[in-house]
């Protein structure tokens, strides 16, 4: 899902652009706390499991910090994270089939985000 750019004042499109934006800027924080917790999530440190296994100890590090948060455990120290770039495609192979996947993704987030618009 993308924010809608230019939209116009007032819109719809504006007012999912405006919510789309604040959603990630919080999801981006969380990210931010769990990987400065959670070394293991930090870019140099790759998850090397399958997305499944990989989902669960993801999963594991969000219900471990929220219960060090109700321990009142003390936070991490501010180290910086460095955010991963969606864009390296260095190790990407692209084939046949994974364009089509990735085609018929894009049709489905496509009408996603029309039934998001729709709905507000």
């Given at each position: 899902?993308?924010?809608i750019l230019n939209a116009p004042h007032g819109s719809r499109e504006e007012?999912?652009?405006t919510r789309h934006v604040q959603a990630r800027t919080c999801i981006e924080r969380c990210f931010g706390l769990l990987k400065t917790r959670w070394r293991c999530l930090l870019r140099d440190r790759v998850l090397h499991y399958h997305p499944?296994?990989?989902s669960k100890i993801t999963?594991?590090?969000c219900v471990l910090h929220n219960i060090s948060l109700h321990a009142h455990l003390p936070a991490p120290s501010d180290i910086p994270v460095t955010t991963v770039d969606d864009n390296d495609d260095s190790s990407t192979q692209t084939?046949?089939?994974t364009?089509?996947?990735?085609r018929n993704e894009l049709i489905r987030g496509r009408a996603m985000l029309n039934y998001l618009i729709s709905r507000l």
């Open positions: 899902m993308t924010p007012l999912y652009t499944k296994v990989a999963l594991a590090c084939t046949q089939s364009t089509t996947e990735n």
